[in-house]
């Protein structure tokens, strides 16, 4: 979360943590951050912030998904815990841990649609996109090794969403693109 806020105050966005449902009504738009997605979810509808997010989520909020938000922020979980919840909304079936154990943690420089050069990708037990419905666009795909073609960034309309982390490393290109596409800049 720490990384997030700072990617976005060097873009110069007010960015504020949200906890509380309050906090989620006041924002015009939310990264839901890495983590583990099963945690995630249960805080989530623990603090009272599930059925908000999805009803923001239905109204047209723009967010951002990394990592464990993407999969939160997928209609559709392949080896989820059993009766794992999701906010939904982006119509992509994600994999958990998609990567295995051998290569669950690994950073690749990757082509990102609407992005000028590489971005150096981290990837953190991190699930892949396995597929997406008619309205969505592929931004990325892993180049090279044994997952080669497998899809890692997505967007549908205000919903974007990396299997990777783009807050780590100082590079804000990621959270440009999701502000830019979403009409925030
Ligand atoms: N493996 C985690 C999950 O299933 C995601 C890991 C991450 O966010 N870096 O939620």
Do not use: Y
């Amino acid at each position: 979360m720490r990384e997030h806020l700072a990617a976005l105050a060097r873009l110069g966005v007010d960015a504020a943590a949200v906890r509380r449902p309050a906090e989620l009504a006041a924002v015009h738009a939310l990264v839901l951050p890495g983590g583990e997605s099963t945690t995630m979810a249960k805080l989530a509808r623990t603090f009272e912030l599930l059925e908000p997010l999805r009803a923001r989520v239905a109204a047209g909020l723009p967010v951002l998904g990394t990592c464990a938000g993407m999969i939160l922020l997928a209609d559709r979980v392949e080896d989820g815990a059993v009766g794992q919840e999701t906010v939904g909304g982006l119509d992509i079936t994600v994999r958990r841990n998609a990567f295995g154990r051998q290569v669950d943690s690994f950073e690749e420089d990757l082509q990102v649609a609407g992005v000028d050069g590489p971005v150096h990708a981290v990837f953190i037990r991190a699930p892949w996109v396995e597929h997406v419905g008619e309205g969505v666009d592929v931004l990325a795909q892993v180049e090279a090794g044994p997952a080669a073609g497998r899809i890692v960034a997505v967007r549908q309309g205000p919903l974007m969403a990396t299997s990777f982390h783009p807050e780590v490393g100082g590079d804000s290109r990621i959270h440009a693109l999701f502000l830019s596409g979403a009409g925030l800049t």
